[in-house]
């Protein structure tokens, strides 16, 4: 069947293919989810995992080591200090999230990016933390800056991911102190989506709300948030005092702090899904009430980072059947909770090429991550290796797959116009429906269009080379770096933001830890 | 950290790598769903789509070119039939379907492998109808006869599988009206797992049921069914006599048939989902009502073959957002028909290659397929290239996709044991857990292990020549087919099947169409 054939015919199509990749498209944008979510457990298994949590925080506690702030507004609340360690009585935990709303808005310069957390609202971001990047063309290698600044340009560019992340990777050429100093930079400057700070430490942190400052105003500021901070705990129930000291930073400036125990089961907590699901609950309730204790009301997202292990190997492993109904029960513990989740998962893998183990494990997680319910995906494009490294190639693999599944999440219409009953008027039983009325009307638009170029017929493809999809993918990424064009900024803020840099790093010697 | 010396510290870790790889494992079967399904529709949309079907039979109708047996059933049950066109009053063809269990055995000649269609239960098979394979080591061919054996025998040894399929691979170096008795050979001697009978003709469907009365005896298999039939629909909303009275054959022998709508989108129907989902529900009605007609009670399946295309470069595309969305729908119109469904969807690529888009691809719609509650899943394992292709490795790589989404589709125990109160005695805040009770009591069945070797560290996987998945699959299906034998038969029952086949081949000349 030539449908090519029949639609040229009436003169619609255009002409050649790189015309057709290139060309601008209108491309919508989805934030919402219009299709129900999946609830995996029902309200029995839901409570026990709940209780399961209570008992945790009543029985063993969550240590805060070094941060003796933190230890005395809990005793205040009403939480059992005993050196570090600090237990809650059952419901305690829950009753201090009861003032982190439920839905907020995390506010970019540019409003068109400024993006809602919780409710039917979606945020999809790229991944975070990698030391490496690679690239078919030049290899596996330590992330410089220049990388960061490419993915903070891609993410900018796509349709399909809502915010920017944070260390997206890890610009290992600039000292370890003052790297937040050129992220920061980069995210306010190259990018108008939102973003996260540094947490690496609290001074890091003040710096980071300080720049955004720069930007926002202070008094914006203090009453809207237009940042995240990923505050990891030290999973099996630790916080660190640089952990706790950046999450109070970022709650006393009212900015959205996201809450990630990182668990991967057997190793930080026991090794069942109920078990980790629990374990998470009870670590992320308590660092969300700590940001209610620094400042009631401020914006919290109840985070995790957890997978699996093959137990018998060592090997962390992602995408893994357990890892994925983990992730589906914390969506439903977070909406329990009345707190947008960042719901474990996204598009991650241990694979160390963008094969198709690394696309499976991708897809399978993402599905447990949107359909349960998931508010903000971390991790939604370019992770490779577990997280060591970030993959251009896979980067732009990962936004098709974002863009195909939000288009899931809109689902589709059953009015008239759907059904095309003229159509067959048309073209009867046997017939043609490709150059009916109904398919001309709305075959540009229909269905969801990926940017990375099909593989077309076996005979073609195999002549041109066999490319598999992650080597189609190169030209894609490169193509969208040559068409990056930054967003205006005025040149006194500009201005501003260089000296603050400029100033900051010429205050301190490098550290390279 | 290292797990590995966590464990082997106590000894419960066996010696080296290939000897886990390749111990025999207990592998549990499963078989049926423990988790809910998702319903994508509610009630309203639901209701719209099946109204769509019936304004499409009452208005536009169906034909049935060249089976006046068809014509006279439809006749004396209330169709209007006007020449081969057969139109029904709203409800009619519903109505036709209601003598269809809703729930059947499929019955073996090993009874632990028969299997259950309807209700909860899961039934995953092989691609079907591929007139190519490829594998990495002899590259891509026409499918033979011994490429057939070997995914009969490939499907024998999987526990994912539950069905052996039908024609798993066009046998093309044997004559075309020859085919279905080496077929049916096959899978009766290589395997006791249920399989599909030959459709490209009556008499081919004739000869089908008596090889399978044979082995199962013409009583037994007057009251149960043993096989199944796959009945395409030549769609848009033609049935032509080949497949019709085929669909007559296994009728009236009380076998099952398989009724399947083929639609890509915007070709063979209008291109929206909806349009999909209800031509597709009156086509399948129309071909169960058939069924019934002819044997009232005689199971069947409401089955679908359905994908959407690229509507601007006209190639066939899978796992699409749109594709995977109508798969979804149908699961729900099914059930509402009370007939078990084989839904659109499986593990369905257009990929060329088992890369990163094929195994993205067949994720997506396998999670479609499967968590919206489709019983039986053709094009499990193998299918590439839109099905012109089976690939050994991707069959392999599928296998472990299939175990994966079958552990999932268990949930996870909330019972006292799953959630390891005691590790936490044993491990508290900053400790670790590898080396607690709770995980040395489950680390060995906790978690779903796939059965390529994993990847590993990337130092390691890129000395040894970083070998994509598909590359490491290669040696897992060479060592599934050296590890194969064949399930016992008494000789007398061989001896009738070869001699039936011998004396059929000795009736007729090679034909090749």
């Known amino acids: ?177 003052k790297r937040h100093l050129d992220m920061m930079l980069a995210h306010l400057t190259l990018s108008t989506k939102p973003f996260m700070g540094g947490v690496t430490s609290p001074g890091r942190a003040q710096d980071s709300t300080d720049m955004a400052r720069l930007v926002f105003g202070a008094e914006f500021m203090d009453r809207n948030a237009v940042m995240q901070a990923n505050i990891n705990v030290n999973s099996p129930l630790v916080y660190d005092d640089t952990m706790s000291g950046a999450l109070r930073v970022y709650a006393a400036a009212n900015q959205c702090v996201c809450i990630s125990p990182a668990i991967f089961a057997g190793a930080m907590g026991p090794l069942s899904p109920a078990a980790v699901a629990a374990q998470t609950l009870a670590e992320a309730m308590v660092g969300i009430a700590l940001s209610q204790l620094v ?75 949107l359909l349960s319910g998931g508010h903000q995906v971390w991790h939604a494009a370019g992770w490779l290796e577990g997280g060591l490294v970030m993959s251009y190639e896979k980067f732009v693999m990962d936004l098709d797959h974002c863009g195909a599944m939000l288009k899931m999440l809109q689902g589709f219409g059953v009015e008239d116009e759907d059904f095309g009953r003229d159509a067959y008027h048309e073209a009867g039983p046997g017939e043609n429906f490709l150059s009916t009325g109904h398919t001309l009307r709305h075959y540009t638009t229909a269905n969801f269009q990926p940017r990375i170029p099909e ?30 064009e930054p967003p205006d900024m005025q040149d006194n803020m500009r201005a501003a933001l260089m000296e603050f840099v400029a100033e900051r790093k010429a205050a301190m010697p490098d550290e390279w830890y």
């Not at 985070?303 to 029960?329: C, D, R, W, Y």
């Not at 041109?464 to 080597?471: E, R, S």
Request: overall charge neutral; some cysteine; aromatic content about 8%.
């Open 455 to 484: 593989a077309g017929p076996y005979e073609t493809w195999n002549e041109n080379g066999a490319q598999t999809v992650d080597q189609r993918a190169t030209a894609r990424w490169q193509q969208m770096l040559a068409a990056y």
């Open 295 to 369: 400042r009631p009301g401020c914006p919290a997202v109840f985070g995790s980072f957890h997978s699996s292990m093959n137990l018998k190997t060592g090997a962390l492993t992602f995408g893994s059947p357990e890892a994925n109904m983990t992730t589906m029960a914390m969506s439903q513990l977070g909406r329990r909770l009345g707190v947008p989740v960042r719901s474990g998962g996204g598009q991650v893998t241990a694979s160390n090429a963008a094969d198709g183990q690394a696309m499976q494990d991708s897809a399978d997680a993402m599905w447990a991550t």
């Open 1 to 177: 069947m030539n449908v090519l054939g029949h639609i040229t015919q009436r003169g619609r199509l255009r002409r050649g293919r790189l015309t057709r990749h290139n060309a601008p498209q209108p491309v919508p944008v989805y934030r919402h989810r219009k299709i129900p979510v999946y609830d995996l457990l029902g309200d029995a298994a839901l409570t026990r995992i709940e209780d399961q949590a209570d008992w945790i925080l009543d029985t063993i506690g969550v240590e805060f080591r070094g941060d003796e702030t933190a230890l005395a507004l809990f005793a205040t609340a009403g939480a059992r200090v005993d050196g570090a360690r600090v237990r809650f009585e059952p419901g305690l935990a829950r009753h201090l999230c009861t003032t982190a709303p439920a839905e907020f808005r995390l506010h970019s310069r540019d409003a068109t990016n400024s993006v809602d957390l919780g409710g039917d609202n979606l945020v999809l971001m790229p991944g975070y933390g990698a030391p490496f990047v690679t690239d078919l063309d030049r290899g596996r290698r330590y992330g410089t800056l220049d990388d960061f600044r490419n993915f903070v340009k891609l993410a900018y560019m796509s349709p399909w991911l809502h915010h920017s992340g944070g260390t997206v990777v890890e610009p290992t050429d600039v000292a370890v102190n």
